[in-house]
């Protein structure tokens, strides 16, 4: 059976390759008329606009959808293909919303502008013939809206489908799925299915096709810290009143040390540790960071030479961004009267996002900080010296699939049969909303990625390498041709 599988795929690769090449223009011109089209979660509009061209695009090539909706939450897309006499259910997961932008940081000046360039970086037109090494440039092009592109042309390919298929693509992953487990739960009898395979994130950074059984949850906070209730001439006052800007600093620098190793206490206390399976791929994954440092230009980096990959299945303390006055031409000569801090942490499996941000107030706590989750009156501010807010943002918890799952075999065969040996990786490092079909369905997940590594991902220039979205498509077809 699984020769027979290894084989049937490896025949339809060729077919989809040579489909592919022959329809290249066209690939592109749908998928410039997507990325056209804004589609930061909060603009309603356009996120309308967004749902209704992929519902119109998906039943363009036969599969009817709709629209899974709950109140005041963009529309998740679902569709659905029954295959007669298949015994299983693959549930593909995308998302179509995506980051927010700031025109200005753009090659075009212009987020939603696809722009192609070449491998130099310079503006390219085009009409039937694409360099491979091209990349294309809008918001969203690899995250995420190249796997809707991928699979519509999979679908054009002619691929037959083995095992009834279902597609379910989000209209709010980037801003945290808050809604997400209501619309599932709304909907849990139409999402039954064996397996969700999640089409998000980037490849290994050498290039090859990777496949994660996992992703790291995430949750976030803001941390303000608090001087006078005013600015304050830093003349007539320096030396005098306190610098929460300074006050801030100096708490984050607490956090960690200078190896970037985490000082918070029990940060790491709960870790599920990794099977035998899991540690054996992790010893199998490519060495690929003197090259990542080169393109990097990173003349060090955390971990005590831990390895990237492995340094992954540990949590994250990140800072997001600061703030406090003006810098540059905004600059002043006061003293803030205010500092904030966006902080992230990264999730492994067994550590819980409250428990993760509690412990981080704890310390908070511990360096003479009193903590409140309400804006301090004036009461407060008279009565503690050092205050610090704290405002809880939405997150979720890691998951991990385990890789000794049959389902996790037959997906690592139908991708490798089309696209030889593959990274296989417990964990990604980024996160995805994969507790909610986890926990709420009791469904394995497992994450198919087809963007390149350095598609500059939530920041700006987004791009996608054509390569990986014509390997991408390839990927697709295998998946969506498993029995």
Known sequence: ??????????????????????????????????????NIARDTPNIQRNAAFITRMFAARGVPMRLLEVPNSPPAIFGEIKTPGA??????????????VEPKEWISGDPFLPTMMDAAGKKVEYTNKFDPEWRLYARSAGDDKAPLIALAAVLDSGVKPRANIKFFFDGEEEAGSPHLEQIVRKYK??????????????????????ILFGARGVTEFQLIVYGAKRELHSGHYGNWAPNPAMMLAQLLATMKDAEGHVLVKD?????????????????????????????????????????????LGKPSLNIRGLQSAGVGAQSRNVIPATATASIDIRLVKGIDQKVAIDRV?????????????????ADMRQTHPKIARIIRGHGYNAVRTSMDLEISKQVIRAVEAARGPVVKLP?????????????????PVIVV??????????????????????????TMAALLSMQ
């Open 1 to 38: 059976m699984v020769l027979a599988l290894l084989t049937l795929t490896a025949l339809q690769a060729q077919p989809v390759r040579e489909w592919r090449k022959a329809n290249e223009a066209k690939i592109i011109r749908e998928y410039t008329d997507l990325l056209a089209i804004p």
């Open 87 to 100: 015994t299983r259910t693959i549930i593909f997961y995308a998302h179509y919303d995506g980051q927010p």
């Open 189 to 210: 009898d139409l999402l039954q299915g064996d397996v969700w395979l999640f089409c998000d994130g980037p490849v290994h950074p050498t290039r090859r096709q990777q």
């Open 267 to 311: 940060f790491e206390k709960g870790i599920a540790p990794y099977s035998p399976t899991e540690l054996r791929a992790l010893k199998e994954a490519p060495d690929y960071e003197a090259d990542l440092r080169k393109e990097l230009q990173l003349a060090r980096v955390d971990g005590d030479g831990e390895r990237l990959d492995m340094l």
């Open 361 to 377: 107030i704890d310390h908070i706590r511990r360096q003479g900080y009193f903590v409140t989750e309400q804006e301090p009156d």
């Open 427 to 443: 964990t990604m490092g980024g996160s995805l909303p994969l507790p909610v079909f986890d926990e709420v369905l009791k469904t």
């Open 449 to 474: 990625p087809i963007a390149n590594h350095d598609n500059n991902q939530h920041g700006h220039n987004e791009n996608m390498r054509l390569q990986n979205l014509w390997d991408g498509i390839e």
